[in-house]
């Protein structure tokens, strides 16, 4: 859907409990992540911009009191919900009590993990922790988002430099390349992080709905209306409105929407009246909005509205450098989700991974890791990738190469699809073994 909700971590070493949550909080409409034991959830949290934590108590190992009291220690400010069999047994009474932590007895209905979740919530909101800004290193702000390369660490500056007002923000860059999480990281590190985070994927509303959907409407106001109803713009009261492929917001939003940039006020569809707005827009585009405009499809007054400052976020294949780490972060997340355990690529699959161009970005990467991590039996391999990653290589095709060094990397290329076999590989080069031999030295 177009519309999306907080991350909830949930800890339990049952897995039908686990899975019976998840089905229940997804169909709610809120991300989760799991977790069966404690030592997987401190990698979630650790990693991860969690809303919510749900926790078993009893877990083998490490129990779950001790989870919240590292939790309350190291994360405050996040909502915590105890799922347990018996809470005077457990012992949870106390902590419960200490850190005003809810609890929810197992079993439970769907309702009743809906009222309490949404109870935990509003308690976040209020608890003074919540008000505070939110402490730790930028490693620990921008946990979520990945990154050491030179024309990375720009977009983390600009992101650290807007976080707190409420400027206007376009992002540009290719499908797949992390806009969205710029987005969140703009609002969950700044100081209205408690405010919501309303995403609208403009693209996804047929233009006819559009307007009603994001500014809402009176009853009466068109066949179906039958109610007065809010959009996303009053959802997002005091928080961001982020408005994913602004390229495909209708003439009509786009009129609307620069008067909700200019005078800070909408009016709702059969409204007569104004009403006051206070959010950050931040918008979202991977098409070339010039061409649009030049096409009489987008409003030029608009465009300098939302540019006010401009994050242009790189494709995967101009920050190579930080393949590892993506790879590192990814294996740990499906390790955990998957595999139960943390797995590890091999020198030579990494290799594959850097050189191949990444049409589809830090998006494909990410599935291309979660689909070897679910076919491996242990260590991530070459055999676990997808064939054609080994035959695209990326040359820039500003870096000329001597024909030698070329040689080189091909050869090297034709060895590890054969897996380091050398007959195999001098049969493909049609040389004999010898001459392999020779260029290998
Ligand atoms: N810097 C990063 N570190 C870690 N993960 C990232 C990073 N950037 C993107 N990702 C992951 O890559 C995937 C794609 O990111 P996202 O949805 O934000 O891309 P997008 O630019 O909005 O793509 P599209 O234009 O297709 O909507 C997500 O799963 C996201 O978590
Ligand atoms: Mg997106």
Known sequence: MAFRKENILLVDDDIDILELLQRHLQSMDYHTYKAVSVKEALYILKDTFIDLLITDIQMPHVDGLQLLKFANENYPEIPKLVVTGYPSVDGALE?????????????FTKEELKKAVEKAFEQGANSKDSKRKIAGTKANIYADLIGESEVFLKVTDIIDRVKDNKATVLIKGESGTGKELVARAIHYSGKFSRAPFIAVNCGAIPENLQEAEL???????????????????????????????????????????????????????????????????????????????????????????????????????????????????????????????????????????????????????????????????????????????????????????????????????????????????????????????????
Not at 96 to 101: E, L, P, Q, T
Request: aromatic letters at 8%; hydrophobic letters at 40%.
């Open 95 to 107: 902590v419960i009590k200490s850190g005003a932590i809810d609890y929810l007895t197992k079993p």
């Open 215 to 441: 500014f809402g409407y009176m009853k009466g106001a068109f066949t179906g209306a039958n109610e007065n109803r809010k959009g996303f713009f009053q959802a997002a009261q005091g928080g961001t409105l982020f408005l994913d492929e602004i390229g495909n917001a209708s003439l009509g939003v786009q009129t609307k929407l620069l008067r909700a940039l200019q005078e800070k006020e909408i009016t709702k569809v059969g409204s007569q009246s104004a009403e006051k707005v206070d959010i950050r827009i931040i918008a979202a585009t991977n098409a070339d909005l010039y061409e649009e405009i030049k096409n009489k499809d987008f409003r030029e007054d608009l465009y300098y509205r939302l540019t006010v400052v401009e994050i242009d976020v790189p494709p995967l294949r101009e920050r190579k450098s930080d393949i590892p780490l993506l790879v590192e972060k990814f294996l740990r997340k499906y390790g955990v989700e998957y595999k139960d355990r943390l797995l590890r690529i091999s020198p030579e699959a990494l290799q594959v991974l850097e050189r191949y161009h990444w049409p589809g970005n830090i998006r494909e990467l990410e599935n291309i890791i979660q689909r070897a991590v679910i076919m491996s039996d242990g260590a991530i391999d070459i055999g676990n990738l997808p064939e054609y990653l080994k035959y695209q290589i990326d040359f820039p095709d500003t870096d000329f190469v001597p024909l030698r060094e070329m040689e080189k990397e091909y050869v090297q290329r034709v060895l590890i699809h054969t897996q380091g076999n050398k007959t195999k590989a001098a049969e493909i080069l049609q040389i004999d073994r010898k001459t392999l031999r020779d260029k290998l030295k």
